[in-house]
């Protein structure tokens, strides 16, 4: 049985991430946030582009953010499914 993706999601505004949308990464946790919503100074930004891009970009993230067709977006399951890695 194959394990529902869940949809990768901004930790601060936990809005699943689109292909187009400008996003940072982060020198400290190595996460991937909305640029609108960076919440550390601006000296601990990574790198800076579209999600795809960043996604394309860094191997670690290609493998663990990709976009479901059939995304779980409810926050309550995400947290039970990431116990279970």
């Known amino acids: 049985m194959e394990r529902e993706k869940v949809q990768p999601?901004?930790?601060?505004?936990?809005?699943?991430?689109?292909?187009?949308?400008?996003?940072?990464t982060d020198t400290m946790a190595t996460q991937i946030q909305h640029a609108k919503y960076f919440i550390y100074k601006a000296e601990f930004i990574k790198d800076t582009g579209t999600y795809e891009?960043?996604?394309?970009?860094?191997p670690d993230y290609k493998r663990s953010f990709i976009v479901s067709d059939k995304p779980i977006t409810n926050?309550?399951?995400?947290?039970a499914l990431k116990g279970k890695d």
């Open 53 to 58: 891009e960043i996604v394309n970009k860094y």
């Open 9 to 24: 999601h901004c930790m601060v505004c936990r809005k699943p991430f689109k292909r187009n949308e400008q996003v940072h």
């Open 75 to 79: 926050l309550m399951v995400v947290t």
